[in-house]
C-alpha cells in the first residue's frame, strides 16, 4: 500500500466510524464502543506508518482538482512533511486515549453513541487539517471541527452552563472566522492558486501584494481557534463539556489547529514585520493574563483551561520569534501532558465530587482514594510547570532560546522588539505558571478536613490511560529535542544556559512561592468554623456514585457543574494561596479581568439594542404603512357598500338626480354662462 494510500485512509476511518456509529447508534447499541475505538487506533498506526516513510525528508505531495471554479482552482491535496506527519501521530495518539478513557467515563450515558461519533468526526476533521495541502480544505476541517465543538461542549445541554458555552465557543470562534475566510480568499487570489505549496512559493518570490492586511485577517481566525487574546474567553466556559471532550479540544485538537496553521504558513507571516510584532504582543499579552487567571480560578478544570491558552501563549510566541520548529514541538509535548491534566482531573472530579478546588482542600485523604491519578498528575503538572527532566522543560526552553535568539538579533526571520517581547512575558509566565500547578496540587491533595468520599477503584480503560499518557509527559521531551530538527528545519532545538537558569529559576521561586502561601492561608483555615453540612441534593448524588464505583463518572460531573456553587460558603477563608499571592488583583482575575463584560458593553448590549430598535421599526413604521394601505381601501370599499342597498326606488332616484345635473351642466356650457 502506497503511502499516499496510507495518508488518504488516516482522516478517512475516524470519518467512517463517526457515520457507522451515528447509524447504529440505536439499532445495535453493541457496536459503538468498538466503532469509537477501533478506527481511531486504526487512525494511530497508519499515521506512526506514515510518519515512519515519511522520516523527515521531502515532503510527500498528491493532487487532484476538485473542481474548475472558473478562477483559482480548489485541489484535494496532500502535503506531509515532518511536522505534518508527527503532528498527525499526536492527533490520533491524543483521539484514542479519549476514546478509551470515555468507554468508562461515560459509561451509562444514554447519549454515549453520538458523543463517540462526534469525537470521531472531530478527530478525523483535525487530521485533514494536517494532511491538506490546499487551503480551501483544510477550511473544510476547520469548520467540521467547530460544530463538532458546539455539540460536544453542549453535551450536558440540560444544564444553562453548558447551553451558554456551546454557543458562546462557536460564536466567539466564528467571529474569527470571518476574517480569516476573506484573508484566505485574498492570499489564494494573490497567489493564483490555493496550494500551501504554491502560496509559499509566490512568498517567497514576492507575489503577494498585501501581506501585512492578509496576516492580520488570518490572525484573527487564529486568535478565534487557538483562543488567544482578545478572541481566548470561550476556553474557560467551554468545561462545561465532558471532560474527555476538554482533554481533546485542549491537548490536539481545535486550540491546537490555529498554531500548527501559522507554523505551516509562516512565511506568509514573517512577510510582514508588523504581523510578527502584533503576534508578538498577542502571545505575550495571552501569556501573562492566563497566568494570573489561573491563580485564582476556583474551578480544576479552569485553571486547567487557562493554562493551556498560556501555553498556546508560548506556541504562538516561538512563531513570534520565527522558530516553528520549537513552536510544533512545544506543540506536540503538550499533547501529552495536557491531555493527561484533564484525564486525572476527571478522576478526581468523580471521587471528590466536586470540581471545587476550595471543597477539596477540605477533604482528607482523597490523594488515597485515587492513587492513579495522584501519580501520573503530579508528573504531568511538573511537566506543565517545566522542571527537568520533564518534557515540558525542554520544549519550553526550546521557546525561550529562540525568543532570546531574536532579541539579541541573531535571526532574520523577526524584529528584535519581538524576540524581547516574548522572552519577558515567557520568562513571567514561567513563574505563574509553577505557582498555579503548584497551587492546584496542593489544593487538590494536600486538604485537611473531612475525609474524602470513597467510591472505589476507578474502571480500568481510565486509569491505564493516565499511565499511558504519563511516559510521554515524563520522557518525550528529553529524548526528542536532539533527533526533531531533523523532521523540522534544521534548527537546533536544545535548551541555552541562560534561559534554562532563569526559567528554572523562576518556576522554583513561584513554586516555592505558592507553597509558602498555602502553609499560611492553611493556618488560618484551621481556625475557622467547619464548613455546612451539604444538601440533600449532594447527599443523594454521593450515594448514587458511591453505589455504582465502576458507573458512570460523567454523571458527578453533570451534577457538579450544575452544583458549581463551591460548596463552602465562605471561600476567603478556604486555604487558597493565589488569593493571598494576587491581593486586590485576585477578584478581578478571577472574573477573567472582566473581558466577558467589556465585550458585552461593546458588542452584545449594542447589537440587542439594535435588534430592539430594528422590531420598533418593523412593527411601529412599516407595520403601520401596511395597515394603512390595507385601511383605505376597506374604507372605500365600506362607503360604496353602503350604496348598495338594493332598492330600486333609491337606483332610479339617483339616476333621475344623475341625468338632471347632467342636463344643467350641459345647459350651462351650451349657454356660455
Known amino acids: 500500500m502506497t503511502t499516499t494510500t496510507l495518508a488518504v485512509l488516516v482522516p478517512l476511518l475516524p470519518f467512517l466510524g463517526a457515520a457507522a456509529g451515528l447509524l447504529l447508534g440505536r439499532t445495535a447499541p453493541g457496536f459503538v464502543r468498538p466503532l469509537a475505538v477501533l478506527p481511531a487506533l486504526a487512525s494511530l498506526v497508519l499515521a506512526a506508518l506514515v510518519a515512519v516513510r515519511q522520516g523527515g525528508g521531502p515532503a510527500i505531495e498528491a493532487h487532484t482538482q476538485l473542481t474548475p471554479t472558473g478562477s483559482v482552482p480548489i485541489d ?17 495518539f491524543v483521539a484514542t486515549c479519549v476514546q478509551i478513557y470515555s468507554t468508562g467515563y461515560l459509561r451509562d450515558d444514554p447519549r454515549y453513541p453520538s458523543y463517540a461519533a462526534l469525537v470521531s468526526l472531530f478527530t478525523s476533521a483535525m487530521l485533514l487539517v494536517v494532511y491538506s495541502g490546499d487551503l480551501m480544505v483544510l477550511l473544510v476541517g476547520w469548520e467540521v471541527m467547530g460544530i463538532c465543538s458546539y455539540f460536544l461542549v453542549g453535551h450536558y445541554w440540560e444544564t444553562p452552563e453548558a447551553r451558554a458555552a456551546s454557543l458562546k465557543a462557536f460564536l466567539v470562534t466564528k467571529l474569527g472566522d470571518v476574517p480569516f475566510l476573506i484573508g484566505l ?64 479540544i485542549h491537548a490536539a485538537t481545535m486550540v491546537a489547529a490555529g498554531v500548527y496553521f501559522v507554523a505551516r504558513l509562516l512565511p506568509v507571516f514573517e512577510a510582514s514585520r508588523t504581523a510578527m510584532v502584533v503576534l ?37 510566541g516561538a512563531l513570534a520569534v520565527g522558530d516553528r520548529g520549537a513552536a510544533v514541538f512545544h506543540l506536540l509535548s503538550h499533547g501529552a501532558f495536557k491531555a493527561l491534566l484533564f484525564l486525572a482531573a476527571g478522576v478526581i472530579i468523580h471521587a471528590a465530587g466536586t470540581n471545587s478546588l476550595a471543597a477539596m482542600s477540605r477533604m482528607s485523604h482523597l490523594r488515597d482514594r485515587v492513587p492513579d491519578a495522584y501519580w501520573t498528575m503530579t508528573v504531568a503538572l511538573l511537566a506543565l510547570a517545566a522542571i527537568p527532566p520533564f518534557s515540558g522543560f525542554f520544549s519550553k526552553e526550546s521557546v525561550l532560546g529562540a525568543a532570546e535568539h531574536a532579541a539579541t538579533g541573531h535571526t532574520d526571520h523577526a524584529p528584535g522588539s519581538a524576540g524581547w517581547i516574548v522572552l519577558v512575558a515567557g520568562l513571567l509566565t514561567a513563574l505563574l505558571t509553577a505557582a498555579y500547578a503548584t497551587r492546584l496540587w496542593l489544593l487538590a491533595f494536600r486538604g485537611r478536613g473531612a475525609e474524602a468520599p470513597d467510591h472505589g477503584r476507578q474502571p480500568l480503560t481510565m486509569t491505564v490511560v493516565l499511565w499511558v499518557l504519563a511516559v510521554p509527559s515524563l520522557a518525550f521531551g528529553g529524548l526528542a529535542y536532539r533527533s526533531l530538527p531533523g523532521w523540522f528545519d534544521g534548527r537546533d532545538l536544545t535548551p541555552t544556559l541562560l534561559t534554562s537558569v532563569l526559567g528554572t529559576g523562576l518556576a522554583l521561586v513561584g513554586g516555592l512561592l505558592a507553597y509558602g502561601a498555602w ?42 457543574l450544575a452544583d458549581h456553587g463551591p460548596d463552602y460558603r465562605d471561600l476567603a477563608h478556604a486555604p487558597d494561596p493565589g488569593r493571598l499571592l494576587l491581593g486586590p488583583l485576585y477578584r478581578h482575575a478571577a472574573a477573567g479581568f472582566h473581558l466577558d463584560a467589556v465585550y458585552a458593553a461593546l458588542f452584545v448590549r449594542p447589537v440587542q439594542a439594535g435588534a430592539s430598535l430594528v422590531r420598533f421599526l418593523d412593527s411601529a413604521v412599516v407595520d403601520t404603512y401596511v395597515r394603512g394601505a390595507a385601511a383605505l381601501p376597506r374604507l372605500l370599499g365600506a362607503a360604496v357598500r353602503r350604496a348598495q342597498t338594493g332598492n330600486v326606488q333609491t337606483y332610479v332616484s339617483a339616476l333621475l338626480a344623475g341625468t338632471v345635473v347632467l342636463a344643467v351642466a350641459v345647459l350651462l356650457v351650451a349657454t356660455g354662462a
Do not use: N
Request: hydrophobic share 55%.
Open 185 to 248: 480568499f485574498a492570499l489564494g487570489t494573490d497567489a493564483g492558486s490555493f496550494r500551501i505549496t504554491r502560496v509559499l512559493g509566490a512568498v517567497a518570490s514576492g507575489g503577494i501584494d498585501h501581506p501585512t492586511l492578509i496576516a492580520l485577517l488570518l490572525l484573527a481566525g487564529v486568535a478565534g481557534k487557538s483562543a488567544q487574546f482578545p478572541l481566548h474567553t470561550w476556553l474557560p466556559d467551554a468545561m462545561a463539556g465532558p471532560t474527555p471532550v476538554s482533554a481533546l
Open 519 to 560: 502553609q499560611r492561608t492553611s493556618a488560618l483555615a484551621a481556625r475557622t468554623p467547619a464548613a455546612p453540612a451539604p444538601s440533600f441534593e449532594w447527599e443523594s448524588l454521593q450515594g448514587e456514585a458511591a453505589a455504582h464505583p465502576e458507573g458512570d463518572a460523567s454523571l458527578v460531573e453533570a451534577h457538579a
Open 76 to 92: 484535494l491535496a496532500l502535503d506531509i512533511d515532518g511536522f505534518a506527519a508527527l503532528v498527525a501521530v499526536v492527533v490520533a
Open 280 to 316: 508578538a504582543v498577542m502571545a505575550a499579552v495571552t501569556m501573562a493574563g492566563s497566568g494570573l487567571a489561573a491563580l485564582a480560578q476556583d474551578d480544576i478544570k479552569r485553571v486547567l483551561a487557562y493554562s493551556t491558552i498560556g501555553q498556546l501563549g508560548y506556541m504562538t
